[in-house]
């Protein structure tokens, strides 16, 4: 499983508190140049490997476009991807260059809107909305990873599903 999506939008907390810090096993070092693992969920059910993909961002060099060609085969190869969002920000360029990435990629994503905390009940509906058009999506969560809402649920549908 992937977890991807551009910096800031809560990726990093989304899975801390997934994750729990008994089970967590975080690393800053690549495990291999293709992608990392940076956490490993527990559940009765099985395991889910949360891998970080490097090159997911708009490539602004040489170095860059072949991170992105990388990424893109990470992406093509994971069991799931989860396409985290902030709904407390209007979706914009780095959305649009994942978006249009994952138009490419066969493998079932998940659009988790996170930050529904921050804003106010129609600002998120609102959000949700614009989000949720911008990706061929198969399931969309709206979460707040910092208030727990709603990770239940999205665990639930990460092993239904791998
Ligand atoms: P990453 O770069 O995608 O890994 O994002 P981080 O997990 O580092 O979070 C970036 C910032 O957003 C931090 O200041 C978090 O505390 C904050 N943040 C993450 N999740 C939430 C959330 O659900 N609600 C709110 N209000 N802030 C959040
Ligand atoms: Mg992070």
Do not use: C
Not at 88 to 93: I, K, L
Not at 100 to 107: E, F, V
Not at 120 to 142: C, D, F, H, T
């Amino acid at each position: 499983m992937s977890i991807i999506g551009r910096p800031n939008v809560g990726k990093s907390t989304l899975m801390n508190q997934m994750i729990g810090k008994k089970v967590a096993i975080m690393s800053d070092k690549p495990q291999t140049t293709r992608n990392r693992i940076v956490g490993v969920l527990n559940a009765p059910g099985g395991q889910a490997i949360f891998l970080d993909t490097p090159g997911i961002h708009k490539p602004k060099h040489k170095l860059g476009e072949i991170m992105v060609t990388t990424a893109r085969k990470t992406l093509n190869e994971v069991d799931l991807i989860l396409y985290v969002v902030d709904a407390s920000e209007e979706p914009g360029g780095g959305e649009q260059f994942i978006s249009q990435m994952l138009k490419d990629i066969k493998t079932p994503v998940f659009l988790v809107v996170n930050k529904l905390d921050a804003v106010n009940r129609e600002e998120g509906l609102k959000k949700i909305s614009q989000y949720s058009q911008m990706v061929a999506w198969q399931e969309l969560i709206p979460v707040s990873a910092k208030e727990k809402t709603n990770l239940d649920r999205l665990k639930d549908l990460i092993f239904a599903k791998l």
